[in-house]
């Protein structure tokens, strides 16, 4: 058996390391911590009751700014880390 067909089994099957899979799940984690975050504190979000809010309260709002960084994580910054880790877990062959 060639080397080349044992290093390819990790591309054929789909399966992760675990610190790639952990990497990846950063984004979809916050973006859920941020749901639950303005659902748990609904008077934090100022497009439920606009009366007597500013500007700044309509662009800065916590919950949805904790969304905003989890989608920006998960498809700015995760998938060169999980690339970075993929390409150190194959080794100086890969």
């Known amino acids: 058996m060639s080397s080349e067909a044992a290093t390819g089994i990790h591309e054929r099957t789909g399966h992760r390391p675990g610190r790639a899979l952990a990497v990846q799940l950063l984004g979809p984690l916050t973006i859920l911590a941020g749901v639950v975050w303005s659902v748990a504190q609904p008077y934090r979000i100022a497009f439920l009751h606009p009366h007597?809010?500013?500007?700044?309260?309509?662009?800065?709002?916590?919950?949805?700014?904790?969304?905003?960084v989890g989608v920006a994580f998960a498809l700015l910054i995760a998938p060169g880390i999980v690339e970075d880790l993929e390409n150190i877990s194959r080794g100086p062959q890969g």
Do not use: H
């Open 52 to 68: 007597g809010k500013g500007v700044y309260d309509f662009l800065v709002q916590p919950p949805l700014l904790v969304v905003l």
